[in-house]
T-cell receptor, first 112, second 114 residues
Framework: ETGVTQSPTHLIKTRGQQVTLRCSSQ?????VSWYQQALGQGPQFIFQ???????GRGNFPPRFSGLQFPNYSSELNVNALELDDSALYLC???????????FGPGTRLTVL | GESVGLHLPTLSVQEGDNSIINCAYS??????FIWYKQESGKGPQFIID?????DKRQGQRVTVLLNKTVKHLSLQIAATQPGDSAVYFC?????????????FGKGTLLTVNP
């Protein structure tokens, strides 16, 4: 196990709602990256947080936002949920922005 | 644009055989590559990585080969075991010099038959 934890494990929301997903990074890691993995696809980079600031962003709209806290845990927030947001959301922590990324088990989000 | 693709979506091998999973990348600026294993219902598990200043790197039962000339990456698994059955992804950093943004391929499903 990587020591990266995510909550909740599963979540069901309806279109238009907002959701918050949480991630606790591995001890000693100060960087958290978030990915979206659609069924049958590889993970797609959403953004990375380093020392409580966004450190890079993929091709996702502004309704995807995040936070990182002083203890390096992180949240992913998605507003105005759409059906296509249904996916596995993965969090990966690393010892620094350029370090190897270690993934948590993911949160399975279903939007109805 | 950057893309990472896999030659074969599925690979079936007999227990004890060696497995080779291939990956092609298109961004010549990529300088860091990682192989991940993902079992059903779990997050990707780091297997091995390699930087572009190397062409081979070995781990426990795994070897990664990098051919920058043809932009090709492969993962070799020795003496494949049933526990190796999973989807394998290669990932690249895509932009060169910054590892934070990993670009993943679609994955190869490896099935190990007993």
């Amino acid at each position: 196990e990587t020591g990266v934890t995510q909550s909740p494990t599963h979540l069901i929301k309806t279109r238009g709602q907002q959701v918050t997903l949480r991630c606790s990074s591995q001890s000693g890691h100060n960087t958290v990256s978030w990915y979206q993995q659609a069924l049958g696809q590889g993970p797609q980079f959403i953004f990375q947080y380093y020392r409580e600031e966004e450190n890079g962003r993929g091709n996702f709209p502004p309704r995807f936002s995040g936070l990182q806290f002083p203890n390096y845990s992180s949240e992913l927030n998605v507003n105005a949920l759409e059906l296509d947001d249904s996916a596995l959301y993965l969090c990966a922590s690393s010892p620094d922005p350029d370090g190897g990324q270690f993934f948590g088990p993911g949160t399975r989000l279903t939007v109805l | 644009g950057e893309s990472v693709g896999l030659h074969l979506p599925t690979l079936s091998v007999q227990e004890g055989d060696n497995s080779i999973i291939n990956c092609a990348y298109s961004n010549s600026a990529s300088d860091y590559f990682i192989w991940y294993k993902q079992e059903s219902g779990k997050g990707p598990q780091f297997i091995i990585d390699i930087r572009s200043n190397m062409d081979k790197r070995q781990g426990q039962r795994v070897t990664v080969l990098l051919n920058k000339t043809v932009k090709h990456l492969s993962l070799q698994i020795a003496a494949t075991q049933p526990g190796d059955s999973a989807v394998y992804f290669c990932a690249e950093n895509g932009s060169g010099g910054s590892n934070y943004k990993l670009t993943f391929g679609k994955g190869t499903l490896l099935t190990v038959n007993p």
